[in-house]
């Protein structure tokens, strides 16, 4: 019978495996945390991830565990894994995703280029850090930060006094950068890999809001670059499936890496239309351990804009006419999601031969869901 | 909420319709003859659609109604339009899908280049057209009939004496073509329209085998009139959602219309991955009435080969793993259908600049799926 991949975790990631999943002739289940979710479709189970019966009952018929996020915890990867279950990415290289001290750490031993960083435990260690990084730095929580949550700059170390009362925190140094990118690469079980373009992302308010596919007016070494940082990190932390890294392009034109994800993420949903495979597709294709599709672009340029918030009165769906009548190349992404200040609710995907018509055709088709 | 799209039918069609509607935020529900089909994955019902409770049931809360197959009877579409459904096609259009008879008749009256044809009520009527045209004719029966079936070419009235005794037949005469061609129109209920470009099918055995994309070594003018027939049908007919004109290109240069299908057609498979909106996306949208998208090419060419059959042993997804390593460009579709022979169960989509090599690529890919 088909092939059976289960997807832990109900919104729009889990969502947007269900269509190539579909088109590809993969049976797809979803735990959703809760009823009316994103990937309600695909939803065969409700309940909470942290609980490994939910779980592990949720996993019985499924060729291979995946996820919508990174927050099921070690302990209950680490029993799948031991009942036999295939989980992808597995517990070892989901720990560097949930864990950036860990992470800092083990990309040290790799010798990938990041910021200046520093485990610091109390006031003293933060001061020296600052100190020694021009007394003004970036503090995170080492778990469970996402889109600009758990991440502040700081000039003193009273200004996370509330973090430093719960546990060690990671300092870097806030870096100067011109801009921020982003590499893919899908990675198998077996080991074969691929690297997609190296994008450019643009951030609002900490949250992702444009992606510019490939990256423009790159240094003439910059994609690769890119690409050999992203299968370094790929290899050395076992990553299977989507590995995504947050870099920063340096004013000294040095790439540093920011952050990972191992799962798909906002930076490539061009691909969906812009890439012969796109992310999600290779996610499922990687995770199953299925050779992976061609990464190639199929237009010279493709940007990805998000939806944020979405309208303040109506649905999204009110929307739809003047947008699609306006846009008729646009290719419009909703998640399902009700609308909510700042919260992804969707995307618009351009693609074509000229930067700023694209550009142009996505924030104009976009626009039309915003107030 | 977002809108609600509801197919009767569970095949590959409405299969194929639930991954363009969950990129755009539509919700799918498919009312599905028996479990475990195709389309499983959106299946909220399980019945008969020949029942008039059922799909009323089955219809109440979604906002458009739509078929994955053209058999739902007149009597219950008839009904359902009384009781307020949105039936997107609606019976007006769907009789002439239906019935051959009626659909010669009106597009006799719509002035449509045709071949000769009469309706024969018994042997002496078909024999005066066999007389009338050369002695060898098709004939068919006004209703039911699809991949070849229904359809028997005769030189003598007695070859169809069994489907005679039932009732009366459409004969045709046996044209002189050179190729066949598809012309697929997307209307909505508000009238407006988009044409797609003409391609060429290649048929085995009575099934679509083969589809090129755009039609190769076209008259000058052969796009232009083909778009122009299937426009006149669509509207003509009152089609909305995708209409599929079947034509015959005679050895004298004519276009002949041979089939109508009010529905997503085999021969618009090449658009999932070949045009910027695909022939299911833009079902989706003309049926629920928003505006349609381009229907451009993405590539110079597109060519779909179905997978007809499938393995004798084993699944189509054994063959995952030889067929995706060698292409990695292909996009293979599969529709969670048990092999069987001569059974549509997927199809691979390649695209590209080079006609050969796009051609090769489809067909080799496919070729995995095949012993």
Redesign the interface.
């Known amino acids: ?3 059976t991949l289960g997807i832990v975790g109900g919104g729009q990631l889990a ?2 495996m ?3 999943a ?4 993969i ?2 289940r979803v735990l959703a945390e809760e009823a009316g979710m994103s990937a309600a ?2 939803a065969t189970a409700t309940g909470d991830y942290r609980d490994l019966a939910t779980v592990q009952s949720f996993a019985e018929g499924v060729d291979v565990l995946t996820f919508d996020h990174e927050h099921v915890p070690q302990d209950v990867l680490r029993a799948l894994v031991a009942a036999g279950v295939a989980v992808h990415p597995g517990p070892d290289a989901l720990q560097f995703a949930q864990d950036k001290l860990l992470m800092r750490a083990r990309l040290a031993e790799l010798g990938i280029p990041q910021p200046e960083w520093a485990a610091v435990a109390d006031a003293a260690g933060l001061q020296a850090f600052l100190d020694a990084n021009g007394g003004r730095v970036v503090v995170k929580t080492p778990r469970g930060g996402y889109d600009g949550k758990g991440v502040r700059v700081v000039s003193d170390p009273d200004e996370v006094a509330d973090w430093l009362a719960d546990g060690t925190l990671l300092a870097e140094e806030l870096v100067d950068f011109s801009r921020e990118l982003a590499q893919q690469i899908a990675r198998r079980p077996s080991g074969d890999l691929v690297a997609y373009p190296v994008v450019e992302t643009v951030q609002r308010g900490g949250v992702c809001a444009e992606v510019i596919a490939p990256a423009p007016h790159g240094a003439l070494r910059l994609a690769e670059v890119a690409a050999q940082i992203g299968t370094i990190i790929a290899e050395g932390l076992g990553v299977t499936g989507m590995l995504a890294v947050e870099l920063f392009e340096t004013t000294d034109e040095r790439l540093l890496v920011n952050e990972l994800a191992m799962r798909p993420h906002n930076s490539g949903h061009w691909g ?1 239309d812009g890439a ?2 796109g992310q999600f597709e290779q996610h499922v ?1 990687a995770v199953l351990d ?5 990464p ?1 672009p ?2 010279p340029w493709a940007v990805m804009v998000n939806i944020l918030g979405g309208p303040v009165e109506g ?3 009110s929307r ?2 003047a947008a ?2 306006a846009h ?2 646009a ?6 999601k009700a609308p909510r200040p700042g919260r992804k609710v ?1 995307h618009v995907n351009a693609t074509g031969e000229d930067l700023d018509a694209v550009v142009y055709e996505a924030r104009a088709a976009a626009a039309f869901f915003a107030d």
């Not at 579909?22 to 002739?25: C, D, R, S, W, Y």
């Not at 299925?290 to 061609?294: F, H, V």
């Not at 290719?331 to 399902?336: D, M, P």
């Open positions: 019978m088909a092939l969502r947007m269900i269509a190539p579909v088109e590809l002739g049976d797809v479709l695909a969906q012969v495979t294709r299925l050779p992976l599709g061609d190639s199929r237009q649905t999204l769906e739809f006419p699609l009548a008729p190349e290719k419009v992404h909703t998640y399902g969707g």
